[in-house]
């Protein structure tokens, strides 16, 4: 595998940090009232058996557990008025069927175009956007896949600050030697959470389930009747580029930007790795 490269999708968002450092939702409600009990129990069974060592050292582990849990539910009610409100780009604005976050990141990933001919370019879009107060770093490991000229791994971090919304692009070539037919390229999501949890923000879409990894199999057919297209102006395969799509301290997404990408405008998507 290469070495990871770490990208700042442009341009940069200034956007801070908000909101409590733990989430404090049900998994601490939970906790808040599994300690509680343990404690009366611990402190009332130990100390009638004259286990007074037992029962304060219970008591001491189970009282912390439970005022820690209660403290990280307080700062979720005190942090979240002041919380800034996701422009849901992804699954608003874009319209894309999403059910499911990498903690706390919304992702999707597909070819365009998906159908090409061998010798032909290809672009692999991996859309994210951050619904937690807190920064996160999303890391794509893209391929192997010898018929798009990945013979290795390319490992991508993709830093996005709380709120953000950001397109990484990445030019593949089919090589002539591919067969025709369906196939699909490996990409696998991790997220990191190097400045704590954060709140879920406003306006971000419910999902079913919160995974700590996601894997796609991002599907492209090869075809060898279609008429061959040129790549776009400034686009080069392996070189890929990264935008910020939306930020939550700006007012409206940046659409414009993603159309620039699409065209291949080499003059407003500058070029990452």
């Not at 439970?66 to 608003?92: D, K, M, N, Q, Y």
């Not at 070819?111 to 032909?120: E, M, S």
């Amino acid at each position: 595998m290469k070495p990871p490269v770490v990208i700042t999708p442009e341009p940069p968002d200034a956007s801070s940090d908000l909101g409590p450092y733990h989430r404090g939702g049900p998994f601490a409600l939970f906790i808040a009232i599994f300690c509680t009990f343990s404690f009366a129990a611990t402190v009332l069974l130990l100390w009638r058996e004259n286990f007074r060592f037992w029962a304060g050292l219970g008591a001491l582990l189970f009282g912390g557990a439970a005022l820690w849990a209660a403290w990280c539910i307080i700062e979720r009610f005190r942090h979240h008025a002041a919380l800034p409100r996701s422009h849901a780009v992804l699954t608003g604005a874009l319209a894309f069927d999403i059910h499911t976050t990498c903690r706390d990141v919304a992702a999707t990933v597909f070819f365009d175009p998906d159908d090409v001919r061998p010798g032909a370019l290809t672009q692999l879009y991996c859309f994210v956007e951050n619904y937690a107060s807190r920064w996160r770093r999303a890391r794509f490991r893209i391929g192997p896949h010898p018929g798009l000229g990945l013979n290795e791994e390319h490992c991508v971090y993709l830093e996005l600050a709380a709120g953000q919304a950001a397109v990484y692009a990445l030019p593949l070539g089919v090589v002539a030697t591919l067969g025709v037919g369906e196939h699909d390229l490996p990409v696998t999501l991790q997220v990191d959470k190097p400045n704590g949890t954060g709140a879920r923000l406003p306006g971000s879409r419910r999902h079913l389930y919160d995974l700590w990894t996601v894997h796609f199999a991002v599907p492209f057919t090869v075809d060898a009747s279609l008429v061959d297209k040129p790549a776009p102006a400034g686009v080069t395969a392996g070189i890929g580029r990264c935008l910020s799509l939306a930020s939550v301290s700006e007012p409206a997404p940046r659409l414009a930007a993603l159309h620039a990408l699409v065209e291949g405008n080499p003059d407003q998507t500058p070029a990452s790795a």
